[in-house]
């Protein structure tokens, strides 16, 4: 296996910026000096407390603990190993990645399934690009769709990697068997049909994809992960989806589509204050919305919305509009998106346009371009006034009996919101779009309340029983001396050879049996036979990913220490108070009780009381310039 070099390591870190790496994932702001901060990527969060330090090179959440480097992150986020993570970042910031002799660089059977798949993505999104951009019948057809039916303009096409297939495929597998790619990765990477045993050949790689208009899917870090394919003149009859309009990729080691939305990787960098998400049903219409300016446009992979899709938009912003099509399809889609929305704390509105029965926002768009957005957003509807409207679509007309049922209805939706304020804020709203009382919309909500809580009681338990507290994740916070002697290393480095003296070769006074006493041990040790690397440099010393966070949550603590000698002294005193104490006690135990203990010599014991007790009077001294 190739082995990437400490030195290599140690150049990246030095020469990435944290907060580039980490900005790909989450939007940061300003926090205080030079720290930054946004909504954690490891959980689901509504206020930020997730903080990024770029000048130490570590970020730390502390909401859920989560802390590291820049190689962590990327490790974390990405799902890759130490190697792999490296290399990606070499490759995003161009630092060349330099191998120990003799191991070699990675071969494409070396790379993992879900990188080796990631770059077969890229490949195969190029090779239908080239074949959209051909002078040949192909190109010419899906061209001329592009612009002529569809009516986007070329650039878009390029901006997006828009490809065709022909009606044999374009050639991919070929293209692909080429470039050597594994059999595991070309049976897994979704773009054939391949029988469970057969070998891997051309005639046995059947392409999915054939005559269609191809639209490149990319997570929201900009990687091609899966594909969408439109329907044509040219799908041939055969096609198993031939009246399927839309084809898409199936779901793959890089690829689920309920935690994937359509244009994030682009949209997310232009929400903000004022700037929302625009949620639309399908690619064409969020790149539509691109086309005319509308930047922070977004679509589901079809018009099911998840859970997961809403929590990965409420890291860059809690604002939402939805603008699907009005028809009966697009205004179910958008009151199933609602109660999820609020679920996931968002804020959400809907846009509309008043007098239209019939709105398409493709065609909208197209027409109007941006001030078709501005007559929209005028008309757009709150929460509560869509989901009132959506079951009660003439209040002023309506019986009491409807306006309950109605109020029934929105009360299921708003139940969802976990936050109190936001609830009973909502309750208003709803009672003024149905025109009844708040207090009559109150007292429904607190009846459906009520049988949702009786129904759970109900209910046989089926959670298993809470589980004891992993041991890495107590030794994280735990505050024992061994804790607080690693935050002086790695804060007062000239601490660290005084250190290492004051401890006895043989007293074995830290505790080995958790993380914090295996890295200081291993840490002194370095100290003292002066090899101590440097706090920005500690790869080489660390070997457990609970090694790897407690370091990283050390280093971001930045503690405010005004005489680091004397806190050292007192920790040094801790460890000698507890190897030695618990000894000195079963002595006066035992002679105090001289029969208990026949074996045990009282001149002996008297000996080793007063050694312990002198050891114990003993000042600790150190002397270090910090």
């Given amino acids: 296996m190739p082995v990437i070099k400490p030195t290599c390591v140690r150049d990246l ?74 290399e990606a970042l070499g490759k995003r910031f161009g630092v060349v990645i330099e191998y120990e002799e003799g191991t070699g660089g990675p071969s494409t059977a070396e790379r993992s399934l879900r990188q080796e798949i990631f770059d077969l993505h890229d490949a195969a999104a190029d090779h239908f690009y080239q074949a959209f951009k051909g002078r040949d019948s192909t190109g010419d057809f899906m061209r001329a769709l592009w612009t002529e039916k569809r009516r986007f303009p070329m650039d878009l096409a390029d901006e997006y990697k828009i490809g065709a297939a022909d009606e044999a495929g374009s050639g991919l597998g070929e293209f692909l068997l080429r470039r050597k790619y594994s059999e595991e990765a070309l049976r897994r990477c979704g773009l054939f049909f391949i029988y469970d045993n057969a070998q891997i050949t051309l005639g046995a790689m059947r392409p999915r994809f054939r005559g269609r208009l191809m639209i490149p899917i990319r997570d929201h870090q900009g990687r091609v992960v899966a594909f969408t394919a439109r329907q044509t003149d040219l799908t041939p009859q055969d096609d198993p989806a031939r009246e399927a309009k839309y084809v898409n990729s199936p779901e793959t080691p890089i690829f689920t589509k309920g935690n994937l939305l359509f244009n994030l990787d682009r949209a997310r960098s232009a929400v903000g204050d004022g700037k929302p998400f625009v949620l639309v049903e399908g690619q064409l219409d969020a790149m539509r919305c691109w086309s005319v300016g509308l930047k922070t446009a977004i679509a589901p992979q079809g018009t099911s919305i998840t859970e997961g899709q809403l929590v990965l938009l409420r890291r860059y912003c809690a604002q939402v509009e939805c603008f699907f099509d009005s028809d009966g399809a697009g205004q179910k889609a958008a009151l199933r998106f609602l109660p999820m929305a609020l679920k996931a704390g968002l804020e959400v509105r809907f846009l509309t346009l008043a007098g239209e029965q019939k709105l398409d926002p493709d065609l909208l768009f197209l027409e109007r371009g941006m001030a078709g957005y501005d007559d929209v957003r005028r008309d757009a509807q709150s929460a509560m006034a869509f989901a009132s409207r959506a079951f009660l679509p003439d209040a002023a007309t309506a019986t009491a009996e409807q306006r309950a049922r109605a109020a029934q209805n929105v009360v299921e939706i708003l139940a969802v919101s976990e936050s109190d304020a936001v609830r009973t804020q909502l309750i208003r709203e709803a009672a003024r779009f149905l025109w009844l009382e708040p207090k009559s919309v109150e007292k429904e909500y607190t009846a459906f309340a009520a049988r949702q809580s009786r129904q759970a009681a109900a209910r046989p338990s089926s959670s298993p029983p809470p589980e004891e507290p992993a041991p890495g994740k107590a030794e994280e916070t735990a505050q024992t001396p061994e804790r607080h002697l690693l935050l002086l290393l790695l804060h007062f480095e000239s601490l660290g050879k005084p250190l290492s003296h004051a401890l006895p070769p043989d007293a074995n006074w830290v505790d080995p049996n958790h993380t914090a006493g295996r890295l200081l041990n291993r840490f002194l040790g370095e100290f003292e036979h002066d090899a101590w690397p440097g706090r920005a440099h500690l790869d080489g010393l660390l070997e457990t990913p609970d090694e790897r966070t407690l370091v990283a949550n050390l280093v971001f603590e930045a503690p405010t220490i005004e005489d680091p000698l004397k806190v050292a002294q007192e920790g040094l005193k801790l460890l000698r108070a507890r190897a030695l104490e618990p000894r000195l006690r079963q002595i006066e135990l035992a002679l105090a009780n001289p029969h208990a203990d026949s074996d045990s010599d009282p001149i002996s014991l008297l000996k080793e009381r007063s050694e312990l007790q002198r050891q114990l009077r003993t000042p600790l001294i150190l002397t270090a310039a910090v």
């Fill in 13 to 86: 870190k030095l020469r990435v910026n944290l907060a580039d790496v980490v900005s790909r994932v989450v939007t940061l702001r300003k926090a205080g000096g030079a720290r930054l901060k946004g909504l954690c990527p490891f959980h689901n969060e509504k206020s930020p407390s997730f903080h990024v330090d770029p000048d130490k090179g570590f970020y730390k959440c502390f909401g859920c603990g989560k802390a590291g480097d820049a190689i962590t992150f990327v490790r974390e986020t990405e799902l890759l190993n130490f190697s792999e993570a490296v």
